[in-house]
């Protein structure tokens, strides 16, 4: 497994294939994905820096994570791992590779906001180290239901 680490701007090519990514892995959980323009445009944006995972065996990425860092703050946008390649420790290298980064900066804490009905995800950042901080009232239309978000957080 490899991270690459990308910071400005990304090709049309490489935003439809992030957007196919984040649909594929977000059908399970009801949320709705992004647009390949909308990955462009946010990564076109200061401040905005996208994980990369690419599988040895495999062209093409299996994975990303996008994090936008505001004075002294990370917090992670979206993570998404391809269904086939799912608890095989991908998005465990992503974050590795995002704390890594981050810890440079220096930084305080690490924030992310998931659907309180998202609850494999909630497991996953637990077992990063994330602790719930707050809740965002429906903050999420999840099939026409509104949904609570659970602000999370990990301190350094
Ligand atoms: C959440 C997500 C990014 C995790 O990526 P992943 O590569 O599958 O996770 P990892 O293999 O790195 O998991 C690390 C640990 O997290 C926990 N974990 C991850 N997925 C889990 C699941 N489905 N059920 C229970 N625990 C889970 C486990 O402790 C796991 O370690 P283990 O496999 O040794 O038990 C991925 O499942 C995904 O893309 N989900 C859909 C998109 C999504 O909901 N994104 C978050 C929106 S806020």
Known sequence: MNIQIITGPITSELAAELAR?????YVA??????QPEEIRDLLSLNNYTLYLAEDNDRTGPVGFLIEQ????????????????FQRKKVGKALFSALQSRV???????????????????????KTLG??????RKSYYTINSNSIDAIVMIKRY
């Not at 959980?29 to 992004?34: A, C, E, F, I, K």
């Open 29 to 34: 959980t009801g949320m709705r994905s992004y």
């Open 130 to 135: 994330f602790k719930k901080n707050g809740t």
């Open 69 to 84: 860092y505001v004075a002294g703050e990370a917090e992670i946008i979206t993570i998404a791992v391809q269904p086939d």
């Open 21 to 25: 990514i984040q649909n594929e892995a």
């Open 103 to 125: 810890r440079d900066i220096p930084i305080a804490n690490v924030f992310l906001e998931v659907a309180e009905i998202n609850t494999l995800s909630i497991l996953f950042y």
